[in-house]
């Protein structure tokens, strides 16, 4: 169609120029233009001819595109089938069944219990064994539970039956005591001492409740241990006791004239007064003392407030011990306060206590400033839940211990674990500070013939000396959440080489681990910030746990000697390297130094009579 095209504009275009070139010359153009004319007519039929191409071309298009589409359509339904496909796969893949978690039994029970239905598992495929063992673990939990049901009824039966029975026999206790009072005479004259308790009874009933409460459970601990660990005993007279509740129904009688006798006085001494009556503790209170007769004793003395709702413990040393294990007088507060995490006392643990103290135109931080100063104690949390009493700690938790006879259990022997741990840590301290012992000798001394150094000094120092030093152990310690520190400074000496230990022990040992920081002077002074050996060698002093002692080791002994091996293995394997040889090989160690970080041969292994030092 192209061609005919072209060859149809070349001829009209001679046409054309013939008609032009007629022109021109002055001769008739009338057939030219007849001629040109009819050539049109042929163009015309040639562009209808070119229409009708364009159109069925565009129809092929347009049909191939619809397959197109359809294929498209059709592609992306598979592709969605096959996602689809592979999810369900997943899913079949991530399925677990709900029979899982049951502890089904063997067949051979099964067999036993249900006679009937192992006949039926014969010839079965693995699922449906399976769900036969099912079947056979439903019928016995069915079982079970009527078994339950009919174990209910009678229990429920045996408790109405016990009732009727105590009630019967409570009716018995008016003869009893007639029969009591009557045969008296004969007690006496067989001196049977029956009435004893009768009269400790006479005292303790005076006792307010929580009280009570707590020295019934402590009797009763008292009576079932063997060890005799602690006594507890109520002092207080009782004439007292009915005295203050003699007062208490006066003062009721006469509250509202009272008041407003407050109102017209002055605020500065009847406000002094009127705190000193409304914390007046019960007359009678419990002294309870932990630890052998004869040796270091803990005795506490726990006071029970009726305004503030709670009860209050005073820890002192027994007057015949020789004074206090570190020199500190607060120690025994320090062993209280921290012998829970965040029970440090300085609050009143009583929920609603601060409504109450509000009507008294009193505050809690007000009752709990007299307490310390007065000596009564502070209301520790685990104090209250010895007494039945329900407490709020300063994380807004509700707790009321029920299981009483095991909580005060478990307080007294941590009371009693933590007695002894600072026992054992004065012992050591007072030891080191006056050289009563003899470092060769001690059982935590590992490696007594590779004894190289010897310990010249170990003073007590100020806190701010000890923070003056400079170590990374200062960005791992814990915070100082009510915890105070003392500080100690040691110097242990081999040869001209010098090391300074600094010791801070926390008030909530062993709950937190004494912290050592060492400082080597020797060639120049070496600490744990530009020397990474002295760094390996505090963590290996400071990472020591009491797990990791055996029976009857004392911690900073052990703590000691690591650290005075560990000197020794320092300057042994540091001398290597220097010019002029000071300090030779003595500890047996395999390399000096290992991996790319060259660690020391600081620990120590001992396997049979084979011993040695390794990284």
């Keep these: 169609m192209e061609t005919i095209l072209n060859t149809q504009f070349d001829q009209l275009q001679k046409a054309i ?5 007629a022109k021109s010359k002055g001769q008739s153009s009338d057939e030219g233009r007849k001629a040109a004319t009819l050539m ?51 899913r079949c893949q991530k399925f677990k069944s ?77 003869a ?23 009269k400790l009874s006479a005292v303790v009933k005076y006792l307010p409740k929580p009280l009570y409460i707590l020295f019934i459970n402590l009797q009763s601990l008292q009576r079932a241990s063997e060890d005799q660990s602690f006594t507890a005993e109520v002092v207080g007279y009782e004439s007292e006791a009915q005295m203050q509740e003699l007062l208490k129904e006066k003062q009721y009688a006469t509250l509202h004239h009272e008041q407003n006798e407050k ?24 002294r309870m003392t932990i630890g052998a007769a004869g040796s270091n004793q803990l005795i506490l003395q726990i006071r029970y407030f009726q305004l503030i709702k709670c009860v209050t413990v005073w820890g002192q040393l027994n007057p015949s011990s020789n004074g206090n294990t570190l020199g500190d007088t607060n120690f025994v507060h320090y062993l209280l306060r921290h012998l829970y995490t965040n029970d440090l006392g300085n609050e009143i643990p009583i929920p609603g206590i601060e409504y109450e103290l509000r009507n008294s135109d009193l505050t809690a931080d007000e009752c709990i400033r007299y307490l310390k100063a007065k000596d009564f104690g502070k209301p520790f949390c685990w104090l209250q839940s010895m007494c039945s009493i329900p407490t709020v700690n300063s994380s807004m938790l509700y707790n009321h211990e029920l299981n009483l006879n095991k909580n005060t259990r478990e307080i007294i022997d941590r009371l009693a674990k933590r007695w002894n741990s600072w026992l054992r840590l004065g012992q050591q301290i007072r030891g080191l500070t006056y050289k009563d ?24 120092i100020t806190h701010e000396e000890f923070h003056s030093q400079i170590s990374d152990v200062f960005n791992v310690s814990s915070d100082d959440k009510g915890v105070t520190y003392n500080s100690y400074r ?24 004494p912290l050592w920081i060492l400082n080597v002077h020797w060639n120049g002074c070496h600490t744990s910030q530009n020397n990474s050996a002295i760094k390996m060698m505090e963590f290996w002093t400071n990472s020591l746990q009491p797990k990791q002692l055996e029976a009857n080791e004392r911690l900073l002994y052990a703590q000691l000697f690591r650290t005075i091996y560990s000197f020794d293995i320092f300057l042994e394997t540091e001398g290597s390297m220097q010019s002029t040889v000071e300090y030779n090989k003595e500890k047996p160690y395999i390399s000096a130094f290992a991996k790319r970080s060259r660690s020391r041969p600081y620990k120590y292994i001992k396997k049979g009579s084979v011993y040695a030092f390794k990284q």
């Excluded at 120029?17 to 070139?21: A, C």
Aim: charged share 30%.
């Design 263 to 286: 109102e017209t006085t002055s605020r500065e001494k009847p406000l002094e007064n009127s705190l000193e009556d409304a914390l007046a503790p019960h007359p009678l209170h419990i």
């Design 98 to 174: 709900r029979d899982t978690s049951l502890e089904l039994l063997s067949e051979a029970e099964y067999a036993d219990k249900l006679p009937n239905m192992a006949n039926e598992k014969e010839d079965l495929s693995s699922h449906k064994q399976h769900l036969h063992r099912l079947d056979c673990e439903l019928r016995l939990r069915k079982d079970l539970d009527k078994q339950y049901s009919a174990l209910l009824t009678s229990k429920q039966e045996l408790l109405q039956d016990n009732l009727s029975h105590a009630q019967r026999y409570i009716s018995f206790a008016p």
């Design 437 to 460: 012992i003899d470092l060769y000798t001690l059982k935590e001394n590992i490696y007594p013939a590779g004894l190289s150094c010897s310990l010249v000094q170990w003073t007590a």
């Design 176 to 198: 009893l005591r007639t029969l009591l009072g009557a045969t008296k005479p004969l007690h006496d004259a067989l001196q049977l001492s029956l009435d004893v308790e009768w």
């Design 17 to 21: 120029e013939g008609i032009m070139e």
């Design 40 to 90: 049109f007519v042929a163009l015309k039929h040639a562009n209808r001819e070119v229409k009708h191409n364009i159109k069925a071309g565009r129809d092929k298009l347009h049909l191939e595109k619809c397959k197109v589409d359809l294929s498209r359509l059709q592609l992306q339904n598979l592709l969605y089938e096959v996602s689809h496909l592979k999810k369900e796969i997943v």
């Design 490 to 513: 040691a110097v242990i000496v081999r040869g001209s080489a010098k090391m300074e230990c600094f010791i801070r022990i926390p008030s909530s040992y062993p709950l937190e681990m």
